[in-house]
């Protein structure tokens, strides 16, 4: 009998030792030390030992229980800190890895610059008048002195929609708007209005069937073509910066009287002449004027009152301009790779 309690601890330590789960050695100890278990089942013969023996096995057999179950609970602390350092190996964090990089977004340049301008002239103490894109001949055309059969209509052919007898169209520039204000403000008028127009204009690196004007109306009493230059300089040097210059040149437009169209000393040469101005020193802008009598009239303003400068200013060419874009259609094609550098 000593000799199978000998053999009973001998093979439950080495049990334990390749025991590696907590689960397993929950069996083991049934095992061995239940009431079913290998132990009891010896003690269970003690009856048959002669009484000189009983004390001596008994010692012994207690003995083996409580080796057992010290190296079952010193296995139970091992396994459970083993589980503990496997636990933390598998949850940290490397700190020393990069974090994950958030994209915020951009404004594309054209709102980017849009906004700067819109930033300028309420500085200025004007306000952002809204228009329609799709308007009547009315306020696009006839009402901004362009009768039907002016010329001046071949440069702006448009989008007209059908089966309105060529009477309702997409605006071909932002100066629709000057008619709606008009119309229902009275002077004194100081309003911009950025927006898209439309051409039926062939793509290429200076023209799209869509762009953005920026138009420009101030109506007041005594405004003059001074008005209109120091609105249009201090515009130009926010943009561009001090040692920029303007230069005014004389043209004709239907609805401004006298008008002229403005031009900006080249970005890149700064005036000395160069191929992007080609040899000029200067690079045209925007066109501008005083409002013409007949179109203060058509909207119910008296002229002999007031008086009124407007402009328009493509906003495209501004920013190819500020950034040396040389292609129009970058602003269009939302290639990441352009968009991302503003
Ligand atoms: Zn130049």
């Known amino acids: 009998m000593k000799e199978q309690l000998e053999k009973i601890e001998a093979k439950a330590k080495q049990e334990l030792v390749s025991c590696s ?9 049934v095992r061995y030390l239940g009431k079913k278990g ?7 013969q003690m009856g048959s030992l002669s009484p000189e023996e009983r004390p001596v096995i008994g010692q012994l057999a207690n003995k083996v229980r409580a080796d057992i179950e010290e190296a079952l609970s010193s296995r139970l602390a091992a396994l459970k800190s083993e589980a503990q350092a496997a636990k933390i190996r598998e949850e940290a964090i490397d700190i020393t890895l990069p974090g994950k990089k958030i994209s915020y977004g951009k ?25 329609p894109e799709i308007d009547d001949d009315y306020h696009v055309f006839e009402a901004l002195n362009l ?9 702006q052919d448009t989008f007209y929609i059908a089966g309105t007898n060529e009477k309702i169209l997409l605006r071909t520039q932002t100066s629709s708007v000057q008619v709606h204000v008009m119309e229902n403000r ?18 290429d690196a200076t023209h799209s069937p869509l762009f953005h004007q920026i138009e420009g109306l101030v109506v007041d009493k ?26 005014f040149r004389p043209h004709h437009f239907p609805f401004t009287e006298p008008s002229c ?57 501004t920013v190819m301009g500020r950034y040396d874009i040389n292609d129009l259609r970058l602003f269009y094609e939302n290639d990441v790779r352009f968009l991302e550098q503003f």
Not at 21 to 29: P, T, Y
């Open 107 to 131: 404004f594309h340049p054209l709102t980017k610059v849009e906004n700067e301008i819109r930033e300028i002239f309420m500085g200025m103490g004007f306000d952002i008048a809204d228009g």
């Open 261 to 317: 169209e403005v031009d900006i000393s080249c970005f890149n040469c700064g005036g000395k002449g160069c191929s992007m101005c080609k040899d000029e020193g200067y690079i045209e802008l925007l066109g501008a004027g005083m409002v013409h009598p007949k179109v203060l009239e058509n909207c119910g303003i008296d002229s002999n009152i007031y008086s009124g400068f407007a402009f328009g200013i493509g906003l495209e060419r």
């Open 147 to 155: 009768p039907p059969d002016h010329p001046a209509r071949d440069t």
């Open 21 to 29: 789960e907590i689960k397993a050695l929950d069996e083991l100890r």
């Open 186 to 203: 009275k002077p004194p008028i100081r309003i911009i209005s950025p927006g898209r127009v439309f051409r039926s204009d062939a793509v």
């Open 222 to 247: 005594g405004i003059t073509m001074s008005d209109l230059k120091g609105t249009l300089e201090t515009l130009m040097k926010k943009i561009y910066g001090n040692e920029c210059s303007l230069r």
């Open 38 to 44: 290998e132990l009891t089942a010896i003690l269970k």
